[in-house]
Structures are given as C-alpha cells and as structure tokens.
Nanobody, 123 residues
C-alpha cells in the first residue's frame, strides 16, 4: 500500500523549533523526490522544500531558506523537515508528497500525498 504519513506538528512559540517527519512506504525507487508543502487557510498550497533521496540534492523556497533543513534517512524510509526560527507566518498545514525522479516546487507534479500535520506558531 502506497502511503505517506506525516507527524511532528504542534503549537510552538515564535523563534521556536519543530521537526516534522514523513514516513514513506509502498513506492518503487522511481519515486525519489519527496517534497514538503504547506497551506494556510485561504491560500494556495506552497512548495517549501524537497529532497531527492537518490542523490541527496535539496531545494528550498526563499521563504524558508536558512531556517528549515530537509534530510532523509533511507534506512527508515523517512524524510525530515527541521524547522527553526519559526515565525507566525509559518502557521499552516504541512504536507509531504512524492513524485518520480526530480524535485519540483509545484504541487501539481506530485502524485501521492500525506494527510497533513498542523503547525501553529503563536505566543
């Protein structure tokens, strides 16, 4: 069964940190691009980071560059998103998704999605 399962969301104060996890299972090795997206109410789904688990190449949106770090543990079939220096504008539902081969910042190219995890940054 093909699935992605996110975890690690929650409530955090501005300036704090969270680490999201995405466990990926049931896919062939062609599905090597794992992306993180987020969507706040009334906004479009935005691509914020992606990793190609074959070669380790990564991508970051300008809005999170320098604050978020994506990494993968192939032995655990898990991709992580370490989020530091969080801001209230980072509040959103965060999703992981997968597509074949190379990363893309556009959600339209991703075939399979997790259920999402809520991140709220507030004092």
């Amino acid at each position: 069964q093909r699935q992605l399962v996110e975890s690690g969301g929650g409530l955090v104060q501005p300036g704090g940190s969270l680490r999201l996890s995405c466990v990926v299972s049931g896919f062939t090795s062609d599905y090597s691009a794992i992306g993180w997206f987020r969507q706040a109410p009334g906004t479009e789904r935005d691509g914020i980071s992606c990793i190609n688990v074959r070669d380790g190449s990564t991508y970051y949106a300008d809005s999170v560059k320098g604050r978020f770090t994506i990494s993968g543990d192939n032995a655990k079939n898990t991709v992580y998103l370490q989020m530091d220096s969080l801001k209230p504008e980072d509040t959103a539902v965060y999703y992981c998704a997968t597509k074949p081969y190379t990363c893309s910042g556009s959600w339209e190219y991703y075939d399979y999605w997790g259920q999402g995890t809520q991140v709220t940054v507030s004092s």
